[in-house]
Each structure stands twice: as structure tokens, then as C-alpha cells.
């Protein structure tokens, strides 16, 4: 691992906020997480560790926690996370076909970072934006009425924009 | 008690208000097969193995957790009930590895009797199943997810019964699994090692590291000078996994079966249990005369120790620096008996028999070598010393008595009750009230102190000096003393504390008690065997251990006086602070 | 906005904030002080997704520059339903009802309807057949078959706004509840009312607050499950991105009911709008002293906390709920002990969805004989349903009870695009079924659809077509319970494992005619042994293709193919000679390099190395190519 010392200690000083913020309240362990989440980008090891002894909640039932829902997530994102929606309405719409046309776009699997930390591919559940169907959320944004041939396309714009952002 | 009325496969019966479908049914003489279900430890539903139809509810219902009402119907035996039932193990075995064969548990396995049970002859759902690597590292214990029903009993011992919460749920749907937090080495993390999991465990998805290959080796050599130890709840124990009734003391046949396995020695870690209090008990004094750190706690519990260590490492000084019987007697083997007896100390190979899955860890502890050597070789378990026994052919239950080697060999009534919750400090008072008062005691038996009670107290008057002891048992009991020794309110000056329920009798690497047999038994089957030690200890014609002769005379001719300075070098230990996680945050 | 110190202030804050809102309906002379034109923009997640944003930011930019900014108010609603016609605006007071408006249609708008007085007839919703422009939602016939009740308020209001729910009567009943009726009387008029819950079940609403109410306890809580978690069902997220008073409202009116104090709403994560909706409108009522202590001077406390959700479908089910609002792993448990026995934290409790919660306002205020006039005699009231797939009107759409599922399809919803044929429509989400073409005169009411074979479920309704293969959904959902079951009891976390396996085998060819045996003695036992409802029916959408669409499944394993023309493995591509005219477009786009021939010479696709990608029948521009 690389010293990120200073960083780090920014990042847990405000994750130190978060727990006495929610320490009181039962049961609010999973608020904690996805704001450790916020904060960290995912939620490693150590991150569970810490929130474990300062919460005084043994780490087994944090990872128990951090492992059955699928929003929480251990390992690092890309910059931008695909996430092609596999709800009902979406997949009569073709998501399914999305999903495979961005994994060979991408070379990589669902759940998968590429190489370059640039792209996560995620399927998703309903986001309820069915009238749109068959949508792709990237990052925050929500993409509708794809077709196969979008997904070339999109995966330039993001490229370009990553490339035009480190310029 | 509010009774109520419930009718189950149309025989009456009536029971408390409260009680479930499972328990009415056993007292209406039908024993519903479960699998996740362990009394007083687990209750779920989950497995769906103890499914029934319930008059006017739609779906089966789980007998284990559903609570009987006035005049609630039950059929327990219809079709649906069998087809439900056996569709839903035959799922279990479908994602079960077929290997009953080469299993620790083939024969006292749940899963398999189930199987039996259903006369399940061939499997009409197979497919793909889940595959975990099998987690050999610890010294104590082994898993093997793959053999995981997911019947939660490890975890619920663990979380409820022991507080310590190493093993939990992990993940969800087909792949979900039950162990530590990312895999970890159980050595390497703050698990005790008691292996109360193990004894849970339905099937062999958890079981005891198994050194039998090193003992079969070690008596094969012909050039070593291999000697055992037992302990105290191993004679008692053994006695089960040979058919003998629970409760029944078997010292003699133990011996007996050791000398046939073909160790050079067989000596009793009772007389170690004798050396212990001498120890511990002078420590005590010292500390109390002497201003020492009180209240102060004992320490052969190695599950105990471990847990104190990285759960309590602010607290370690109130641990008694004498170590547990076991690392006394290891030390002793390698130094005391090769003077007396003129053998070459490097020749010796020391075997310890424990009731126990941590004492392989104590065992393998970097400081327990005050010998020079390692004072212990290799500890096995109850359950490995059986099937040593058992490959070897001998009649355990026919064998002859037959008595312990000396010098090591003849322990106390007080060496005995170590064994059970209570038991230390009973011995432990017997010794310290005659030291200090120089009278002999008008009651030998300290009752307070025995018994399955969470917490049990005592005052005992020595010379008018109140002492106040404490014994608690289960590490979840242990951790609401410890918080109270922290905060300062914890107001005894002696406290005994055993790892697992019931004490050493309950230990992680005694015979397994499965799930039925805890539903049948008049009592605790920890009880059952504590009071086994208890008519043991009355038997006994040396009850108290500073009247041991062989104790005496190893301080006369060997150790000096307790807490001497031979007595410090090889009786007496030191322990490590442990961290509760790894949180190298700075790194 | 300030403390309403009792129900005669908050009856009076009405009357003066519901001038307001007729001045801007036209429902009321303009006046002096008011805006003369209201812009509604649609805020809702689906309009929000096709920039409805960018939209109410671009016209205030441009009515601060035409100095209109003073006459011309924009106001951010809830959803209006006609989601793929977004971003929608209405104009008011004429009520102009605009579509897909997009940033560049601004311009146009201000100018010439905000100023001049022109409505832009190219953005009016065209009334399908007809050459005719809708110009307000009274002509539309999406609209017309309607009847609001739970999403009264959605596209009426700002959400954000406190004054305006107020305005449309929020906290009238609660109010009401506070000051004129015992918490009995609350619970009766439930009873009465025949409201079933909306999450799937249909348990009776009052029912549930009764048995609650019927146990003592130090601590009770009001538990609103907004974890909607079927894929294509969005109501509960536009309740609360609509009209988020009305929730916290029927919450408050169950804690006066149970005597509870506390409630939460575990909301899903994914949800980020109604999130936030939801915190500022808990926000401003308990400035307002309608939620916290002492509401409306009477004395009596009540406060929710917000939890989410982290992505876990189990969690829809009420004691998995139960459990991860406790903060742990969402694992369902045996019930009983119920809820209201043992429920959050072991303490007597009840679970509601949003819509059901929505719906109870409008009860307590208008009455219970109102409700029980709408709907059928075995559901009272309306459903909201979330139309979505393979028709021409995707939306939100809230019924009367007992209408059939042809006139939400064909009258609401518009047929099926492209002169398809209509196949199925899918009920209940992973839970229910699919009915076919001969189940669309059904009454859509809770007995209707399990008698017809599938269920309400929370109002998800995904119509299908002749394109989609019914083997193919039914492993879809089957994917989906497989990889959203918690795994505590073998009959899910083994039993649909394996009916998975069947499936894919089916589709891909390899199913032999055991396996549907197979496939039927799995769903029984999963049905009769599974710990909780969605382990329960996880069966469904087989058992329910099995009965509707047995010749699809005999297809895939007799004949080795997918009538559907969707099951890759049991395609085959081929180009009739007499079409193709030799392009090479084909073979030039073919990734496999599957496809041969010469230049004007027909073409031929070699099955050996056809990966079944699709990709030259999209290239070809002769139609030669077939897939079968």
C-alpha cells in the first residue's frame, strides 16, 4: 500500500463526524456504511475495522453487514460506474443486450474495474425510470432509450471527458 | 403456569403457554426432525427440516419457533409434511459434498442421520455447488464451508452463548457461508479457540485439528520417550464416546487404554491441577497480603486467556501468572521427571489428552518452553483420543482399571473438580483456608460454587479476612465481569473463569452432543458430567491438593517452596496484549 | 413557515393557501399579487432523467431576461405519470399540457406563449389517430379512465413546499384524528374503509393497526416500507417525490392510532430524489409542529427517522424490513411472532407501503363510505400501477379497482407499439405471473388476479409481446430471486438454484422432458417450505408460464426452439438467396466472420461459426436475413 497517510487521516477524521453523529441512534449501522462509502469510495478492511472498534460492533457482523446488500462494495470503483438497469421493463426493452455490448466494449465483467481505473460495469435493479427503458445510469446521470450502438458512444464521451478533466 | 390444550396427530396433550410445536409434539412421544434447532442456543426456523402443517395456517410452519395456543391442531406425518421435509434435505445434500466417507463426522453427523431418517436413496435435485477453500491454519480448529448447512448454530454459540462473535453470516442467496470477517486466520483474530462452534456443528464443516498422526508417529519412534497427560474432564468425558452412560468416571480404563496405545508413561494432569493451586492459591495470599493487583482471575482456561488477551489487554494483570496445568505439567515432564527418573529430557515427547481445542494453541504459545523444549508436543482432544482407541482395536468399556505412573501421576478430589465450573476455586479455597488458618476445614464441599449458574458467589472467612470469590463461566458472562473489573466495581478479590459453559466438562473437544440427545436428557448434559467429577472428587481418598504426597515431595525434592524461584521459572507465565482488529491505520 | 398551534389554524391556513393554488389552477379570479401565469415543470426521477432540470433552469433564466420573472411563476411537481412523454410542463391557469419539452423548446415557449399569448401546438400531445392536439390533460385519454386518490397531490403541488400540500388538505385528517376521535375510532374508520395493503398481500390495513394497538409496551413503532424493490414498479418513489406530506401524515395518524411516537420510513438508496423530498418535508412539518412534540397544541408526540435501504429485495418483506432497519443483515423471520407483537426491536409494530399509507388522509377526511364507493366489494378504493414494456403509454396510472387489465392496456395504455401482438402481461413482479391474451378481461382487484394465476404484487405491470420468449422472462426472474435471496432457508437458497439451472438449461437447448416435472416438484416445495412470502412465491412466474405458455417450454425442449426467436442457443441465422442481392455488408459487419460469399452474389451464413449476435439482420438492408 502506498502512504497516504495525511489523506487518510482527513478522510477518518470525518468518518470519526459520521460515527459520533450516529452512535446514539440504534441501529444505524447501515447508515454509517453507506456514508463510510461516501467518504472512502468503498468500503475496505480497514474501514470496517475502525468502524467496528469505535462503534463497538464486532466486525463479523459488519462484514456480515458489508457483504448481503449489494451497495456496499469492497473493492475500489472506476471513475465512472456503468450500471445498466436489469429491472423488468428494462430487459423486455433489451438491457440485457446493453449489459452484453458494454462488457465486450469494455473487456471487462460485471462487478469489474478496467485496467485503467477509468470504468466500473454494475447491473442494477428498477431505478424506476421505466418510461425511459432501456436506461444505463452512469454515475449520478441516467441515460434512456439506449440502443446497442449508444454504448460505443457513450464509452468515448466518458474517455474524452476523463481525458479532458486530467488536462 | 397458564397450560393450554394442543392436539397433535390427534393425541391430546397439555403443556405451558409459551412452549413450542417441537417441544408439545416430544411430550406427545413424536420426535420432529430438525437441523438448525439447538436448544437453548439456537432457534430460527430456518433449516425448514421440522416443518408441519398447522390447522388454519397456509404454509408449512417451522414446529421449532412456533408457539402452541389453545386448541392448536398439528399434524406432523402427513404427505406434505414427509415430501416438504425430505425435499428440503435432499437440497441440503445437493449442495453437500458426497464425501460421508472420509468425514470426522460420518456417523454423528445430523445431515446424514436426516438422510437416513428420509430414506433418501437418490437425490432428484442435484447441480452445481458452492465451493469454499477449506480454512486448515489454526492450530485448534478447521473449517470446511463447503460441509456448511447454514444452520447458524456456530454462529448463535458464538454471539449468544460465548459474546465473542467471530463467526457470523457472510454473504447472501446460494453463496452465503458462516465464518470470520474476511477469512481470517481464527489464530490470527480475536477468537478464543474454545470450540464451542465445533460442538455445535451438525456436520464437519467444523471440527478439531486433528494431530493423531503426530502421536501414531511419535509412538512409532523408537527413540523417543513419549509420555501423556489427561485431564480432569477427560476421564469423564471419554466415557461417552464408548457407549459408557454420560456421567460415568473412567479413570482406571483411560489409563488402561493409554498404556495400550503404547505410551511409555501415563500420567495425570490432576497432579498438575494440584500444582496449580499451590501456586495459584500462594499468589493469591501474596496478593492479598501484599497489595497485590485484586480481584485476582484464574488462568488455565486457555479459551479464556486468549479472549482476555485481545478483548481485555488492559486488564492482563489480573490474571494469575501461574499457568494452567497442562503448561505446569509440560514443564515439569521436560525437567522434574527426566531429574528424578534419570532420562534425557530431549528424548521426551509429552502428549497432553485435553477436553479442549485451545489448549492446542496454549500448547504451541512461544513462551510455554521454559524447559528448553517444547513443554507440550501435541495436544489431542477427547474426540481424537477415541478414535485413537478406537483404530487400535481396544475394548475401552470392558478394559481393567489400572492406575497412573509415578511421580506424575496421582492427583486430588481438588485435581478432579477442575474440570467443572466452580471447581478451581473450590480447590483453590479448600487449599488457601487450610494454609492460612491452619485448621482443617469443617466442610470440604463448597456447594455455592457448583452448579450451572451464570454467576455463583461465595465468602469465605479466613482468620477474619472476608474473601469474596466470583466464578463465571462462558465468555459472554466473562465479558460482563470484565467490565465490571475495568470500572472498578467488580468487588471480589478472587474470580474463576472458564471459557465454555458448564466449565472443562463443556469444552470444545469433548464428545459431541448432538441435537436429539440435548432435547432427551434429564438435564444439561454439562451438569450430567460436572456431577460426574463432583462423585468423583467425593470417592477420592486425597481431596485436597496441598495433601497431595507426590506435590509435596516435588516441592521437597524439586521446585522449593511455591512461588520460589524455580517455581517462577517454569510455573509461572506471562501474557500478550492482543488487538482487538488489525487497525494499522497509520501505516 | 410557523408553528400551526391547532387545528383551527391549520383549517385556516387552508382555506388561505388553497386561494392561492385556485388563483394559479384558474380556478379563482388572478390577483394583484400573485403570479399571472404558473409553469409546472415535472421534478419526478423520470422527467428529472430526461432534463427536466436543465429545463426549469434554462426558462427562469429566460423569464429573468424578458423580465417576466415577476409575473411568471416555475414551479418544480411531482410526477404527472406520463413518464415517456417527459419532461412535462403544464402552463397555467389555461392548463396547457406540454410534452417532451427540451431546453432548446424554451425560447420558444416564453416567447410565444408566456408573452404572446400562443400556445406551441408542436409540443401538445397529439391524441393517437386523430390529427387532433390535446391542449390540457381533460382530453387525454391516458388521463381519462383515472381516478387519483393516492397520487392526488403528484403534479399538482411542489413537493417541497409545505404550504401547498396544506393546501390541498394535508394534516386535515390528522387534525381531525387529534382533536375529534379516539385512536378506536381512527382504527374503525380503517376497518370500514376495506383499504388492503398495497405492498402485495392485501392484508386489511386496519387490521394490522388493530393488533398493534392491541399490545401493550413501553415502546410501539410505525414502520412505512418504501423499499420498493420489484423491478418496474415505481409508485411509492413518486408518492414521495410528489407528495410526501401525505405519507408522514397516515404515519403520524397510525402512531395516534397504536399509541406509537416514533416512526421511520426505510426508503431504498437508490432513490436519491424521494430521499431528499422526504427529509425536507419532514423538516418543515416538524417546523410547522405537525410531527415532533406536542402536534397542533394537543399533546400528543410523534417524529420519523429516515432509513435506507442498501440494496437488498428481501428487505420488501416486512420482518426482513424489521430487521435492517435495526441495522443488520436484512434476514426475513418466522412470523409469528407478527409484527405487531414483536416487530422493530421487539416491540409491537406495524408495516405499511407508501401507497397504502397515501391513500389513508383522503380516508379519514372524506370518510370511509366515500372510500368503500370506489373500487370492488373484495378491494376497495383505487390501485396505482406502473405500466411499462411493450406499450405505447408508459407511465403511472391510478385505477378504480375491478378495471380490467384490456382497458389499463389497451384504453390507458394505448395497444401494444408496432402492431405487435400482446402476449402477456406480468403482474406482481418476481412474485406473481403472467396472464395471457385470454385473462385481459380480468377485474384487477386482489382475488381476481390469483384466481386468474398471478397477483397484485405492489403494481408492477409489464405488458410483453409476440417478440418476448415466456421461458426466457420466467428464468429472468428467476436470475432475479436467485440473486436477491438472503439465503437463510435452504428451499430459496438451494430450490431456486436449481429451477434456475433447469431453465438455462431449457433455453439453451439442452432441457429434455423430465425437467419440467422437475421444474413443477421444485416450485411446490419451494412454495410450501420457504421461511418468507418471497421465498414463497419465488415459484410464481414458473408455475404461472408453465400454465399459460406450456407449448413455449415444449417448443424449447422437443422442437429445440425458441418461438420467440430470443433464446440464442436455438437460433438459426440464414439468407435467403432470392433476397439478398450480395452488398457484403453483412459479412463485413459479421464479428464472428461467420458470413461468406462474393460481391453480388448471395451470401451464406456458416452455423459453426454464427455467434447469433443479430448483427446483420440489423445491417441488412433487403430483409434477407431470418433468424428462427
Redesign the interface.
Known amino acids: 500500500m502506498t502512504c497516504t497517510c495525511g489523506q487518510n487521516q482527513a478522510l477518518y477524521a470525518q468518518l470519526d463526524e459520521v460515527i459520533n453523529a450516529h452512535k446514539d441512534q440504534p441501529g444505524s449501522l447501515i447508515s454509517v456504511l453507506h456514508k463510510a462509502q461516501g467518504i472512502f469510495g468503498y468500503l475496505p478492511e480497514e474501514v470496517q475495522a475502525y468502524v467496528a472498534e469505535k462503534m463497538d460492533i464486532p466486525l463479523s457482523e459488519i462484514y456480515g453487514v458489508v457483504t448481503f446488500y449489494a451497495l456496499f462494495s469492497m473493492n475500489k470503483k472506476g471513475k465512472y460506474t456503468f450500471n445498466v438497469c436489469l429491472g423488468t421493463a428494462c430487459y423486455v426493452k433489451g438491457s440485457g443486450k446493453l449489459m452484453e455490448k458494454l462488457q465486450e466494449e469494455l473487456g471487462i465483467g460485471v462487478g469489474e474495474t478496467t485496467e485503467d481505473g477509468l470504468f466500473t460495469i454494475e447491473g442494477c435493479r428498477c431505478v424506476g425510470a421505466c418510461g425511459l427503458a432501456p436506461v444505463m445510469t452512469i454515475n449520478d446521470k441516467v441515460h434512456g432509450h439506449l440502443t446497442v450502438d449508444d454504448i460505443p458512444k457513450l464509452v468515448n464521451e466518458y474517455r474524452e471527458l476523463a481525458k479532458a478533466e486530467e488536462n | 403456569m397458564e397450560m393450554v390444550n394442543v392436539i397433535i396427530d390427534g393425541v391430546q396433550v397439555q403443556v405451558e403457554k409459551g412452549t413450542t410445536v417441537l417441544q408439545a409434539a416430544q411430550k406427545a412421544g413424536i420426535n420432529i426432525p430438525t437441523l438448525c434447532y439447538l436448544k437453548d442456543v439456537n432457534a430460527?426456523?430456518?433449516?425448514?427440516v421440522c416443518?408441519v402443517e398447522i390447522k388454519g395456517a397456509k404454509?408449512?410452519?417451522?414446529s421449532c419457533?412456533?408457539?402452541v395456543s389453545e386448541g392448536l391442531e398439528v399434524l406432523t406425518n402427513t404427505a406434505?409434511v414427509r415430501?416438504?421435509r425430505k425435499?428440503?434435505v435432499e437440497?441440503?445434500l445437493?449442495?453437500h459434498p458426497a464425501d460421508c466417507l472420509n468425514c470426522v463426522r460420518s456417523g454423528s453427523c445430523e445431515l446424514q442421520n436426516l438422510a437416513q431418517q428420509m430414506g433418501i436413496r437418490e437425490n432428484?435435485?442435484l447441480?452445481?455447488q458452492s465451493v469454499f477453500p477449506i480454512d486448515d491454519r489454526s492450530v485448534a480448529i478447521v473449517r470446511d464451508p463447503n460441509k456448511c448447512?447454514?444452520c447458524r448454530r456456530c454462529e448463535a454459540v458464538c454471539?449468544k452463548v460465548q459474546g465473542v462473535?467471530?463467526?457470523?453470516?457472510?454473504?447472501?442467496?446460494?453463496?452465503?457461508t458462516v465464518g470470520?470477517?474476511?477469512g481470517h486466520n481464527l489464530d490470527d483474530i480475536n477468537c478464543s479457540l474454545c470450540g464451542q462452534c465445533v460442538n455445535v456443528c451438525p456436520t464437519g464443516a467444523l471440527a478439531e485439528k486433528d494431530d493423531t498422526q503426530k502421536v501414531w508417529a511419535a509412538l512409532a519412534d523408537p527413540d523417543k520417550h513419549v509420555i501423556v497427560q489427561f485431564s480432569p474432564a477427560v476421564r469423564i468425558t471419554i466415557s461417552e464416546e464408548f457407549g459408557l452412560p454420560m456421567g460415568t468416571i473412567s479413570t482406571g480404563k483411560m489409563v488402561a487404554a493409554l498404556r495400550r496405545l503404547g505410551f511409555d508413561k501415563v500420567f495425570d494432569t490432576n497432579w498438575s491441577a494440584d500444582l496449580t493451586i499451590m501456586e495459584e492459591g500462594n499468589e493469591l495470599l501474596d496478593r492479598l497480603q501484599n497489595g497485590g493487583v485484586l480481584p485476582m482471575i484464574t488462568s488455565c482456561s486457555p479459551g479464556w486467556v486468549k479472549y482476555c488477551e485481545s478483548h481485555f489487554p488492559d486488564q492482563l494483570d489480573h490474571l494469575s501468572t501461574a499457568k494452567s496445568p497442562q503448561g505446569m505439567f509440560g514443564a515439569m515432564v521436560k525437567t522434574y521427571y527426566p531429574e528424578t527418573e534419570g532420562i534425557d529430557a530431549s528424548k521426551i515427547y509429552s502428549v497432553s489428552v485435553m477436553p479442549c481445542t485451545a489448549k492446542k494453541f496454549e500448547a504451541a504459545r512461544p513462551e510455554l518452553a521454559d524447559s528448553g523444549y517444547r513443554d507440550v508436543d501435541v495436544v489431542v482432544t477427547v474426540r481424537e483420543i477415541a478414535r485413537m482407541i478406537k483404530q487400535a482395536g481396544i475394548d475401552f468399556a470392558n478394559l481393567p482399571d489400572e492406575e497412573c505412573d509415578a511421580p506424575m501421576g496421582v492427583g486430588t478430589g481438588a485435581g478432579t473438580i477442575f474440570g467443572a465450573t466452580g471447581g478451581v476455586m473450590e480447590a483453590a479455597l479448600r487449599t488457601v483456608y487450610e494454609v492460612v488458618t491452619g485448621e482443617t476445614l469443617p466442610k470440604i464441599d463448597f456447594e455455592a460454587v457448583r452448579g450451572l449458574d451464570g454467576l455463583k458467589e461465595a465468602t469465605v472467612d479466613l482468620n477474619g479476612t472476608k474473601v469474596k470469590v466470583a466464578v463465571v463461566h462462558t465468555l459472554a458472562r466473562a465479558k460482563e465481569m470484565m467490565k465490571k473489573v475495568r470500572a472498578g466495581e467488580a468487588d471480589y478479590q478472587f474470580i474463576e473463569v472458564m471459557a465454555c459453559p458448564g466449565g472443562c466438562v463443556g469444552g470444545g473437544g469433548t464428545p459431541i452432543v448432538n441435537a436429539l440427545t440435548r432435547t432427551m436428557l434429564p438435564d444439561d448434559y454439562r451438569a450430567i458430567r460436572g456431577i460426574g467429577l463432583y462423585n468423583d472428587d467425593k470417592n477420592l481418598p486425597l481431596r485436597k491438593s496441598h495433601e497431595n504426597p507426590f506435590i509435596v515431595k516435588a516441592y521437597e525434592n524439586f521446585l522449593g517452596k511455591p512461588l520460589g524461584h524455580k517455581s517462577h521459572e517454569l510455573l509461572h507465565t506471562h501474557y500478550t496484549p492482543r488487538k482487538?482488529?488489525?487497525?494499522?491505520?497509520?501505516? | 413557515m410557523n408553528r400551526v398551534e391547532n387545528f383551527e389554524a391549520l383549517k385556516a391556513l387552508q382555506v388561505q393557501e388553497s386561494e392561492k393554488l385556485n388563483v394559479r389552477e384558474g380556478l379563482a379570479p388572478t390577483q394583484a399579487n400573485l403570479a399571472r401565469h404558473h409553469v409546472l415543470i415535472c421534478a419526478g426521477t423520470g422527467c428529472t432523467s430526461s432534463l427536466s432540470g436543465e429545463v426549469k433552469k434554462e426558462l427562469e433564466a429566460k423569464l429573468v431576461e424578458m423580465n417576466l420573472d415577476g409575473e411568471i411563476d416555475v414551479v418544480q411537481t411531482g410526477c404527472f405519470g406520463f413518464c415517456n412523454l417527459g419532461p412535462i410542463m403544464v402552463v397555467y391557469p389555461e392548463g396547457t399540457f406540454y410534452t417532451k419539452v427540451k431546453p432548446e423548446d424554451v425560447a420558444e415557449i416564453a416567447e410565444s406563449h408566456l408573452k404572446g399569448g400562443q400556445v406551441v401546438e408542436r409540443l401538445l400531445y397529439t391524441i393517437p389517430g386523430t390529427e387532433t392536439k390535446a391542449q390540457d390533460m381533460s382530453h387525454i385519454p391516458f388521463f381519462q379512465k383515472q381516478q387519483r386518490i393516492a397520487l392526488r397531490n403528484c403534479g399538482k403541488i411542489d413537493p417541497e413546499r409545505i404550504e401547498e400540500a396544506i393546501a390541498h388538505n394535508a394534516y386535515q385528517g390528522l387534525g381531525k384524528a387529534l382533536t375529534e376521535m379516539q385512536p378506536k375510532d381512527v382504527i374503525q374508520t380503517l376497518l370500514d374503509s376495506g383499504l388492503r395493503g398495497r405492498g402485495g398481500a392485501g392484508f386489511p390495513t386496519g387490521k394490522k393497526w388493530m393488533f398493534a394497538a392491541g399490545y401493550d409496551a413501553d415502546e410501539k413503532y410505525v414502520v412505512c416500507n418504501a423499499d420498493e424493490g420489484d423491478p418496474g414498479a415505481f409508485m411509492d418513489r413518486s408518492v414521495l417525490e410528489g407528495d410526501p406530506h401525505s405519507v408522514i401524515e397516515a404515519m403520524a395518524l397510525g402512531g395516534y392510532a397504536i399509541n406509537a411516537h416514533q416512526g421511520y420510513v426505510y426508503i431504498r438508496a437508490e432513490y436519491p430524489i424521494a430521499v431528499h423530498r422526504l427529509q425536507i418535508a419532514i423538516d418543515q412539518a416538524r417546523e410547522a409542529g405537525l410531527l415532533g412534540k406536542n402536534i397542533l397544541g394537543t399533546g400528543f408526540d410523534f417524529d420519523i427517522d429516515i432509513r435506507l435501504g442498501a440494496g437488498a429485495f428481501v428487505c420488501g418483506e416486512e420482518t426482513a424490513l424489521l430487521t435492517s432497519v435495526e441495522g443488520r443483515r436484512g434476514e426475513p423471520r418466522p412470523r409469528p411472532p407478527f409484527p405487531a407483537e414483536k416487530g422493530l426491536w421487539d416491540k409491537p409494530s406495524f408495516v405499511n407501503n407508501v401507497e397504502t399509507l397515501a391513500n389513508i388522509p383522503a380516508i379519514m377526511t372524506k370518510g370511509a363510505d366515500w372510500y368503500t364507493s370506489i373500487g370492488t366489494e373484495d378491494s376497495r378504493g383505487t390501485k396505482v400501477f406502473a405500466m411499462a414494456g411493450k406499450v405505447n403509454n408508459i407511465g403511472l396510472v391510478e385505477v378504480p379497482m375491478g378495471t380490467t387489465l384490456r382497458e389499463l392496456i389497451y384504453d390507458i395504455g394505448g395497444g401494444i407499439p408496432g402492431g405487435k401482438a400482446f402476449k402477456a402481461a406480468q403482474t406482481g413482479g418476481p412474485s406473481g405471473g403472467c396472464l395471457p391474451a385470454s385473462a385481459l378481461d380480468t377485474p384487477i382487484d386482489f382475488g381476481s388476479l390469483i384466481k386468474a394465476g398471478s397477483m397484485m404484487g405492489s403494481g408492477g405491470l409489464i405488458v410483453m409481446d409476440e417478440t418476448d420468449c415466456m421461458v426466457d422472462i420466467a428464468k429472468f426472474f428467476l436470475e432475479f430471486t436467485q440473486d436477491e435471496s438472503c439465503g437463510k432457508c435452504p428451499p430459496c437458497r438451494i430450490g431456486t438454484k436449481r429451477m434456475l439451472e433447469i431453465l438455462t438449461k431449457i433455453t439453451e437447448g439442452e432441457g429434455t422432458e423430465a425437467d419440467i416435472e422437475h421444474l413443477e416438484t421444485l416450485a411446490q416445495t419451494i412454495s410450501a417450505s420457504a421461511l418468507c412470502a418471497l421465498g414463497q412465491t419465488a415459484p410464481n412466474p414458473v408455475l404461472a408460464t408453465l400454465k399459460f405458455f406450456k407449448d413455449e417450454y415444449e417448443a424449447h425442449i422437443k422442437e429445440k426452439k425458441c418461438p420467440a426467436g430470443v433464446c440464442k442457443n436455438l437460433l438459426q441465422y440464414t439468407i435467403d438467396p432470392e433476397k439478398c442481392k450480395g452488398c457484403t455488408l453483412c459479412a463485413r459487419n459479421c464479428p464472428a466472420d461467420a458470413i461468406t460469399g462474393t460481391v453480388k452474389q448471395p451470401h451464406t451464413i456458416d452455423p459453426a461459426k454464427c455467434i447469433k449476435c443479430g448483427t446483420c439482420i440489423e445491417k441488412c438492408k433487403f430483409g434477407a436475413i431470418s433468424r428462427q
Open positions: 430460527i426456523g430456518a433449516c425448514r416443518l404454509a408449512l410452519q417451522p419457533v412456533y408457539p406434505k415430501e416438504a425435499a428440503v437440497l441440503l445437493s449442495n432428484r435435485f447441480g452445481e448447512v447454514y454471539s462473535n467471530i463467526l457470523g453470516g457472510i454473504g447472501r442467496g446460494f453463496e452465503s470470520p470477517a474476511f482487538l482488529y488489525n487497525l494499522d491505520l497509520n501505516d
